[in-house]
């Protein structure tokens, strides 16, 4: 998915955001939005906004000196999904169907993400699980959980911190040995890197890699060969996100994205309103459009 | 008051809204956007935000030709008002406090503002007039009632074209041969210029001048000599809208602003919450603040 002009606004606010978490010093705010401003004014609008916020983001690491400005929130975040897993493990073992509560969970958890516009401070992770379990869906879940069983190999495409807490529970109902669970190669926003991983527990339960990329999302051109070879021989995707959904929307059949939409350009891009609890396979792909999956329940 | 880097995106988003308006080239929309980000980026940061937007809105009138990008907005939201305007006379005068009514609903009216980030798409003026006559205010109306009445000439500096229909209604309540009813010099956002006040009847209610300049809010040293005159001249000042709070926040005694708080900035400036319904004195004056008005009363 191309930038559209209304992630420009949006990105500067991320970009305010970061900055000041990167640092305390107003001269630095300043300075930093102002490159901000001239580095964007001429970029290429036809990438995709994870591509420009690869840019932003490396021009405030660099500039203010912070290698990870949103390290405080993930830990903070992590804590705080850590604190809810063994109430929302016993809720999915009680439940009737057990793996559609998993996955409503990890899409749940998909709102714990501060490059979109989410104020941390007003944000009630209790209230977004107990909404996630009746919330109508954007997409069928039988026919995920049917291509679960069916692939051999699977690659999860984590998104955030915290939010790796609610894939964990996901993750822990599937036949892990085949799952591989992907991770940022270095600190972007509030994505979960590898210490993210070991420190929520992930990597005691599945296999974990990073991408090799600093880029929101995934930018296959900007992976690791490791991981450009696992994602070719996966059957199955599994992306996280709204930023894999931006950067891979026009890809293979093979990915199902699992994501919360909380900007209005992508709930449009999608079909879907913001809010929406989405499970959907690539929006240009016909016929996945009109195959069990991809028509959805626009019904939020 | 000065702006704040919040104001930045903020600018942003105006800017692309005000564009869209002008013309439906995307081209154009691309690269007016490249040129604000590129002005902005080495803008004094330490000016109000109104004069950054009138940097702005000119650059975008200049580059895409259209000289009032709002004006068929303007004319909507003006005749809309007018459908609303008997009965909300006839509301008035039926109204217990029929001086305190038309105040609060001038306070009404200036949602009519599309340099916040309004939906116009979603904007219900019937229930922005309904709330608005039972909602606490922020500020006491007696106080600036009993202020009408001591003032032998005052200065009504309007806002938005539409609202100018609601600042009418206020006018009808009051000795008419006191007050000067100011428009802008030229177009600015949806700010009501002399054609507004032609179209809605202000003319014929009160004497209307423009105050020769295309900012938004009132900048004095941008403004015209007869304006600045007549302002050197008034008793009282009755300021409309953010952006007069913002150009005149840190200006004398004699003004009481009138808005709706719709932006978080302005709002924490003025120690309100967003949505409130203001009547305030400028905030740094210390006598005003212990006097009868500008405690206010912070109750939304």
């Known amino acids: 998915m191309k930038a559209y002009l209304e992630c420009i606004p949006c990105l500067t606010r991320q970009a305010l955001k970061a900055v000041r978490l990167a640092t305390c010093d107003d001269n630095v705010h300043v300075s930093v939005i102002r490159r901000i401003l001239a580095t964007v004014s001429t970029m290429d609008f036809e990438k995709s906004p994870p591509e420009m916020a690869q840019v932003v983001h490396r021009l405030i690491r660099d500039l203010s000196g912070n290698t990870d400005p949103y390290r405080a929130l993930k830990d903070r975040y992590n804590r705080l999904a850590l604190n809810l897993y063994f109430g929302l493990k016993q809720r999915i073992e009680s439940a009737q169907r057990s793996t559609e509560t998993a996955v409503r969970l990890a899409i749940a958890g998909n709102i714990i993400d501060f490059g979109a516009p ?69 600190p972007i926003i509030n994505d979960a890197t590898m210490s993210d991983a070991v420190s929520t527990g992930m990597t005691d339960v599945v296999r974990v890699i990073d991408n090799g990329s600093d880029a929101p999302g995934t930018l296959l051109s900007d992976c690791s060969e490791r991981f450009q070879s696992e994602y070719a021989r996966a059957d199955m995707i599994i992306a996280k996100g709204q930023a894999n959904y931006e950067t891979l929307s026009e890809a293979d059949n093979r990915i199902f994205f699992l994501l919360r939409a909380k900007c209005p350009v992508v709930a449009w891009h999608m079909g879907c309103d913001v809010g929406s609890y989405v499970i959907q396979k690539p929006l240009y792909n016909k016929a996945a459009l009109n195959g069990p999956i991809g028509a959805g329940e626009r019904s939020i």
Chains 1, 2 share one sequence.
Do not use: M, W
């Open 118 to 186: 989410i104020d941390e401070n007003r944000l009630d992770l209790n209230h977004c699980v107990l909404q996630a379990l009746s919330a109508p869906l954007f997409g069928r879940v039988d026919g995920f959980i049917d291509a679960l069983s069916a692939a051999e190999s699977i690659l999860y495409l984590g998104d955030n911190a915290g939010e790796i807490v609610f894939d964990r529970l996901l993750i822990e109902r599937l036949p892990r040995e085949k799952i591989t669970y992907v991770v940022k190669g270095g």
